[in-house]
């Protein structure tokens, strides 16, 4: 069988064998990969006719397989479900095991985790051939398959995400070329080393992993040096030099030797050069004495003048050199070796430097993309990897403030700044791209490392030609928007996370205390300011070094402005400057949620929002990109089921620079777009100061002490004034203390509003109404909660309510009834819960998008709302209401009915038609007879009532049901249960 040795690459027939299938790629990428590789002059073997009837594998395919140097197998979806493809495999993986070939899986359209563990669309074709084949075939093409799986290989996954196809196969081939032509390691040795010591020492390397090219040949008298050495020791990342006593008398060693140091010399080449002074004097070697005297005296006689002179010149280099070689040696070591005492700067970023490293040694990451907020650590985590393994390549740099630079430099300046280093030799290219030039040609051979740091614009990574990198290559990119890292094609982003309390704590104290941990006295203090941080680097760094041995008194004093006044002048400066790259819309939306929405469901805050200014929603995910806002996960219980809602927050520095943002906006309050202190709410509405600048005004009003309005149309100058939220941030029973009547001196009947208002919240509104001016066309969201209103507006004023998604009147004790709200073609939801006085809603039923409707304590309420089908649960607990009526039918979806302590005495037969219903609780209720039972249901609530027998011949229940006693809540005990069915249905009592 032959042999696949690197050092006998000529007896191999092929270069390459192909393993596919035909159906699935022939057409494509196969055909495409095959002529990639021809043109790079590699010998391909491409079966034309693939076997398909299940005959054993052709002799001419296992030969093929067997004098090839290398196969890849294109393993695509319908790979398994060819026998004579399994076949191949099977025997490719023969010789990978005992390592006669070297196998490249590409994973095409394909997980490889599939091919792994058999799964996905593989599972199907191996449960066919276990019924047609014998069990030994097929559990050998299993172990096979499996076993590529494991290997590295190139995945192609085909999203819209993932790179063209032809770059893959560029890549492809470039990998082919370096794992059959290029070796770490050339020896050059004399004949009398060559069956000891140095033989010993390629195996030695060989068997750590490293690729050697050894001289297994001696050149015949006055030959050149072969094509294939030439190759061997350009392609070859260092040359150990083995000079012996016999090694001058070599010309074969000698045209090594010249071609090694013409490389050695060459400023784009990096090759590194070690001697090794086998029982020999250095000092012979640079005098040429000894046995080297004699040997070149004997190729003078017989080789030209001038080769001997310069084979002479190539042994006696000066001392300066040799110095040069240790230097650069002993920096390369150094360089290498890892600092036992983490950075301060280092704290806590270790485990994401794991996760890091682990995601950029991936074969399919090329590009990682560092995402998160200013200051959190993207450039100090970039470098911590770049530090870790830079010397892994052949050219490394970190490039950092690309933003900053491009504003300066330019891109292409910037560019050829980049390739010079990388190629260490000037460039300077005057295009905008890299184009086709020998400069490309030359990236396109060194695997490097590059750290592009603070990029804000994807044309910046565009212009940096990191598709023009050497295979194994691989770049670093960190960047504030998301967006920038999509848009440069980077494989893997990862978001670079915000450090935990303990690990906060910890590089606080490390600036301010020079210790890990916080002094006794100042523990409780370094907790606030680390909270306030929110696990930002930056802001922990800054904050920590302006502490420095300061007086407790300054801390106390300090730790009080962080909520009131911006953030300090070095945070801010690097937190602004992502809001400079804003549009002007975008800065307005970030404007209104750090000053109103901060904490608001996404969902609400889009609508609102959209009313306001065009591309919100767009706007909005560009904040995200740009980590100036996050979206949280929140969930919340209901009595049915969990429910959850996206929230929108923000970082408190973030928040706190929008706030002053706007405040700088005017010195005159009256003409600032945004108003949030209570000082200055209270100071404009009281001394109607109010403009057209104004757009906003949000108030924690329990800091307020009195708020006078001296005049009706407070409101009148703010004609742009978009949001009113008045609200108080606890609830200390402010009405039973009195507190909000306090606050409110001096009221008038009623109160102009602006009719640009998308969103007013009120908590206890004072006015008996809104005003009969207002028109409530633009609201997206209306809340009262606790208001002194007997109704909101006169019932036919206003039908134009297409923009209302949310009222809420929660505990308006006086609120008599709602107006027609059939205009309001998409509210959502309705909260009318414990309003006391109410006795009518509208009729709801054509509103379709409503979901939610909460009129619980509407003690007076005594009819049934009318509602639209699309309820699951409707709460009509503790109201008035006597009868569930007939078209209660309608509402087929709904699961949950909750009746509890209302006046109900009568539920309509129609009930039992509901066949989502799973819940009906009339617990408390002055109901006499049981409902007819629908078959759904599951929990029948009974506790309270009259009810003595409960009919469930109708629903499907089984004979384990059960009465339970509840005489002591004052109520009698069923005395009968008629049941039949299979399902259960509990009666609790």
């Keep these: 069988m032959t042999s696949s040795s690197s050092s006998s690459p000529t007896l191999m027939k092929y270069h390459v064998f192909l393993s596919f299938r035909g159906e699935d790629t022939r057409l494509n990428f196969t055909t495409h990969l095959l002529q990639a590789l021809k043109s790079k002059g590699l010998d391909v073997f491409f079966d034309e006719e693939k076997l398909e009837r299940g005959e054993q594998l052709a002799p001419a395919l296992s030969r093929a397989i067997a004098v090839s140097n290398m196969s890849i197998i294109v393993l695509s979806e319908d790979y398994a479900s060819s026998k004579s493809c399994l076949a191949e495999l099977s025997d490719i993986m023969d010789r990978y095991r005992t390592k006669q070939q070297i196998v490249l899986p590409i994973f095409y359209h394909v997980k490889p985790s599939d091919v792994e563990n058999l799964g996905g669309s593989f599972k199907t074709p191996f449960d066919k051939h276990e019924i047609r084949r014998s069990v030994d075939e097929v559990k050998r093409w299993k172990t096979a398959f499996a076993e590529v799986g494991k290997l590295k290989g190139w995945h192609i996954d085909g999203s819209i995400s993932d790179r063209l196809e032809t770059t893959h196969i560029k890549g492809i081939v470039v990998h082919v070329m370096q794992k059959l032509m290029k070796h770490q390691v050339f020896v050059s040795l004399g004949e009398d080393t060559r069956l000891n010591f140095s033989n010993h020492l390629v195996n030695a390397l060989e068997k750590v992993g490293i690729n050697v090219f050894p001289d297994n040949e001696t050149l015949e008298k006055g030959e050149k040096l072969p094509l294939a050495y030439s190759r061997a020791i350009s392609a070859s990342n260092l040359s150990i030099l083995v000079l012996s006593k016999d090694y001058a008398s070599s010309k074969s060693c000698l045209a090594e030797l010249s071609a090694i140091m013409y490389c050695k010399r060459e400023p784009t080449d990096k090759h590194i050069v070690l001697l090794i002074f086998y029982h020999v004097d250095p000092s012979d070697v640079r005098n040429i004495g000894g046995t080297f005297e004699a040997s070149f005296k004997k190729h003078k006689s017989e080789q030209p003048a001038k080769r001997v002179q310069q084979w002479n010149l190539l042994l006696q280099r000066p001392d300066t050199e040799y110095i040069k070689d240790v230097v650069e040696y002993v920096i390369k070591k150094l360089a290498n070796i890892k600092s036992g005492s983490a950075s301060e700067e280092l704290v806590g970023i270790e485990y994401q430097k794991k996760t890091i490293l682990e995601l950029i040694k991936k074969e399919g990451c090329h590009v990682l993309g560092l995402w998160g907020m200013g200051g959190q650590g993207k450039t100090t985590l970039a470098e911590a990897v770049y530090k870790e393994i830079s010397s892994e390549f052949e050219s490394s740099w970190f490039l950092q403030n690309v933003r900053e630079k491009v504003e300066k430099q330019g891109k292409e300046s910037l560019r050829n700044e980049l390739f010079s280093k990388l190629l260490n030799s000037d460039v300077d290219i005057g295009t905008p791209s890299v184009g086709s030039t020998l400069t490309q040609d030359r990236l ?477 609780d009339l617990s408390g209720c002055p109901i006499v007879r049981s409902p007819e039972i629908p078959r759904s249901l599951t929990g029948l609530y009974l506790s309270g009532t009259q009810i003595e027998e409960v009919d469930l011949s109708s629903n499907s229940v089984s004979s384990n049901s059960r009465a339970k006693d509840a005489s002591s809540d004052g109520c009698p005990i069923v005395k009968s249960v008629v049941s039949i069915g299979s399902e259960a249905c509990k009666l609790l009592y």
């Design 444 to 920: 396109k051979k060194k695997k490097v490392l590059v750290v592009l740091d603070d990029v804000d614009k994807s044309d910046q990574i565009d212009c940096m030609g990191i598709g023009d990198f050497g295979y194994g290559s691989k770049t670093i990119i960190t960047s504030r928007n998301r967006q920038v890292l999509v848009s440069g094609r980077a494989d893997t982003i990862h978001l670079v996370k915000k450090l935990n309390e303990k690990d906060s704590l910890q590089l606080f104290s490390t600036f301010v205390f020079k210790q890990s941990n916080p002094a006794v006295d100042f523990q409780d203090l370094s907790l606030r300011f680390v909270n306030y941080t929110q696990g930002n680097p930056l802001a922990l760094k800054v904050l920590g070094s302006d502490l420095y041995k300061r007086t407790i008194r300054y801390w106390e004093s300090k730790v009080k402005m962080l909520k009131d006044c911006p953030p300090d002048k070095q945070i801010s400066e690097v937190l602004k400057s992502s809001y400079d790259g804003l549009s002007p819309v975008e800065q307005n939306i970030f404007l209104d949620i750090a000053c109103f929405f901060k904490g608001e469901p996404k969902k609400t805050t889009k609508h609102i929002l959209s009313d306001c200014y065009k591309g919100a929603e767009c706007g909005i995910s560009k904040l995200v990109d740009k980590c100036l806002i996050n979206i949280s996960f929140s969930t919340y219980a209901t009595k049915s089921k969990e429910r959850y809602s996206w929230i929108i927050s923000m970082h408190d520095m973030l928040e706190e620079m929008g706030k002053d943002i706007a405040c700088q906006e005017s010195t005159t309050l009256g003409k600032c777009s945004r108003l949030w202190s209570p000082k200055h709410v209270e100071q404009v509405l009281t001394f109607y100061q109010g403009t057209d600048q104004i757009k906003g005004i949000t108030s924690d009003m329990s800091h307020m002490d009195n708020l006078r309005f001296r005049h009706p149309l407070v409101f009148q100058n703010m004609i742009n004034l978009k949001y009113i939220i008045l609200y108080f941030s606890s609830n200390p029973l402010l009405e039973e203390h009195g507190y909000y009547k306090k606050l409110f001196t001096c009221q008038l009947d009623i109160l102009f509003l602006p009719d640009e208002l998308r969103y007013l919240q009120w908590d206890y509104y004072p006015f008996t109404s809104l005003s009969s001016n207002f028109n409530p066309k633009n609201l997206v969201v209306l809340k009262l909660p606790h208001g002194n209103m007997k109704q909101l507006w006169n019932e036919d004023n206003h039908q134009d309510l297409v923009h209302l998604r949310k009222i809420n009147l929660f505990n308006c004790k006086n609120l008599k009834k709602i107006p027609n709200l059939l205009g309001a073609l998409n509210l959502e939801r309705l909260d009318c819960e414990n309003c006391e006085s109410l006795v009518k809603l509208p009729s709801l039923a054509r509103l379709t998008s409503l979901k939610t409707l909460r009129i619980k304590g509407c003690r007076s309420l005594k009819k049934f709302p009318e509602i639209p089908n699309n309820f699951y649960e409707l709460d009509l607990s503790e109201t008035g209401i006597k009868k569930v009526p007939d078209f209660i039918e309608r509402l087929d979806r709904l699961e949950r009915l909750t009746l509890t302590n209302s006046m109900v005495k009568d539920v309509s037969s129609n009930i039992s038609k509901l066949k989502s219903l799973k819940v009906l």
